[in-house]
């Protein structure tokens, strides 16, 4: 079989090292069949032992917060980016940002910038959720919620648990607007404030609850 087939015959975009070898065990050097291709362009290297196809062998459109979850790991998406995805902050994101049990990493690769914060495991477990790519393919990424708490527990000024400053993190810092913030669902803020023991969550359920409230008696 020609590598055309073989490219052809793979089921996904995404494969790790081993994955190529054996798609390529037929050949001599499978190594060298794949610098090979890499240098025709037909898989590109996604970082060490992750690749993706490329050309006309490409099946479906690059999906980077499923990249984010294969490049290192474990880890789910979170932060600014999920942030910005659902909606909560106004600001276009073009690092894919994520969370891991490992130490904090970054990675410059061909389809853009990954960047991975670490926290502690008892907290990381706790509100990941699986999100559809395109039917087919799926990602780990934090409920709007989640990722809110996440951006609070691990930035680097950690804003006080105090009501009134944090809601002014929330509005002036962050820019998430009052609607925005009554929209989050605050029992899950609730939960997750339990889960981690965090004076903070608390109080973030309690600022949801606040914004919620005063939209009930503005509408």
Known sequence: MDSSAILGSLQRDELDYQMMLDALSGYAAPRDKLAHLRRKGLIVRVKKGLYVLDGPYRKRPICRELLANLIYGPSYVSLDY??????????????????????????????GVFSYRSMPSQTFAIGAARY????????????????????????????????????????????????ALARLDHGRLTDLARSTRSRLIGALARVVRHARNEGQRDG
């Open 82 to 111: 999920a942030l910005h995805v659902h909606g909560l902050i106004p600001e276009r994101v073009w690092e894919v940002t994520s969370v891991t049990t490992g130490r904090s990493r970054s990675f410059r690769t061909p389809f």
């Open 132 to 179: 559809e790519a395109d039917g087919e393919r799926a990602y780990l990424m934090a409920t709007p919620e989640k990722a809110l708490a996440d951006k609070l527990l691990t930035g680097p000024n950690r804003p006080p648990a105090s009501l009134s400053r944090l809601r002014r993190y929330l509005t002036d810092e962050l820019r998430i607007e009052p609607e």
